[in-house]
C-alpha cells in the first residue's frame, strides 16, 4: 500500500512523525496504541528494528513512551485488492521484547 500511495516503502521514523507533529505542542507523553507491521520479512524487519531500539526513536520523539502492539491478522478485508494484512510479529521481533523486558525488570528491582 505505501509504494501504491507514496510511491516508495515508508520507514517507522516517517509514518510517525507526521502524526507526532500534531501532538507534540502539548508537551505530554505520547503513546501508540495498536501498531502494526505487515509485507515483506524485509520491510517487516527494517521497522522492528527502528521501534525496538529505543535510542533510534527516543532522539526524534522524546515524547513516545510505550508502543502496543497490534498482534494478530486484521480481521477485515482492506479496499482496493489489499486483502487482510496479518499484524503478527515474528518470532525474531518477540524475542527482542521478551529480551528488553527481561532487563528492564532487572533494572528496576536494582
Known sequence: MDVDY?????????ALNEKYQRVAGF???VMIAELGVAGSADY???WY????DQQTYRRAFPLLTTVV???DKEPYKWPLGYGSP???????????????????AAELAD
Open 49 to 52: 528494528k527502528e521501534i525496538l
Open 27 to 29: 508537551g505530554k507523553p
Open 86 to 104: 496479518d499484524w503478527r510479529l515474528d518470532k525474531e521481533a518477540l524475542k527482542v521484547l521478551a529480551d528488553r523486558q527481561t532487563k528492564e
Open 69 to 71: 502492539f497490534f498482534n
Open 6 to 14: 507514496w510511491g516508495r516503502e515508508r520507514r517507522f521514523g516517517e
Open 44 to 46: 517487516r524487519r527494517t
